[in-house]
């Protein structure tokens, strides 16, 4: 697609439920980062896709989070026994790696997640 | 540690101003700079990239500019309008990594 989409746009939760996140992003991005941003605050780096390249997770808050790529493409962030500090916006982002330089990142409009 | 920093974190000016926002960074090896604008509620969006080998790119009212041994970049504003009206993200890909480094943000309101 032209963009990058995520989906659902809006979601809400009781706490304890699980939940999944989705990311297309722009269709030959070798990168895809994860990001959340809790209200007024900045934006937390949370898991990095780089080809076939092991993911780096080191920004995942707990063992709750994980993240999958399936075919280089689309993934899917899995929030486990949602919290209610997990509330946020999660932002995907995709990018064009080349060999000795990165293009800019593509953002997408997020997904806002409220546990209740 | 490779760190952003934006400063100021909060500026408001009369519509019809130039202004100059300021990221700064840690580590002079840099892949490139992006700066980003996020309205309330809203995804991101590139306003303008820079890479490493670059000193400015201009796009429209916009000019940003990049000072690699300084550890500097500026996003000028020419002839600020209330759609301006949000927050401006610096952000930093370094050399080792990959990760995309965000600074705190500058929050802008310009007045009618």
């Known amino acids: 697609g032209a963009g990058v989409s995520q989906s659902p746009s809006n979601k809400v939760t009781e706490k304890g439920k699980d939940v999944e996140l989705r990311c297309d992003p722009i269709s030959g991005h070798t990168a895809l980062y994860w990001y959340r941003q809790s209200l007024g605050q900045g934006l937390e780096f949370l898991i990095y896709f780089q080809g076939n390249s092991a993911p780096d997770k080191s920004g995942l808050p707990s063992d709750r989070f994980s993240a999958e790529r399936t075919g280089g493409s689309v993934s899917t962030l899995t929030i486990q026994r949602t919290q209610q500090e997990d509330s946020a916006v999660y932002l995907c982002?995709?990018?064009?790696?080349?060999?000795?330089?990165?293009?800019?990142?593509?953002f997408g409009s997020g997904t806002r997640l409220t546990v209740v | 540690k490779q760190e952003v920093t934006q400063i100021p974190a909060a500026l408001s000016v009369p519509e019809g101003e130039n202004l100059v926002l300021n990221c700064s960074f840690t580590?002079?090896?840099?892949?490139?700079l992006q700066w980003f604008r996020q309205d309330p509620g809203k995804g991101l969006t590139s306003l303008l990239l820079i890479q490493s080998s670059q000193r400015e790119q201009t796009s429209g009212r916009l000019n940003a500019s990049l000072d690699k041994s300084s550890g500097r970049s500026t996003l000028y504003i020419a002839a600020s309008q209330p759609g301006d009206s949000a927050t401006y993200l610096c952000a930093v890909i370094y050399n080792a990594g990959n990760m995309l480094t965000f600074g705190g943000g500058t929050r802008l309101m310009v007045k009618p």
């Open positions: 580590d002079s090896a840099i892949y490139n």
């Open positions: 982002a995709s990018s064009f790696t080349g060999n000795s330089y990165t293009y800019g990142y593509t």
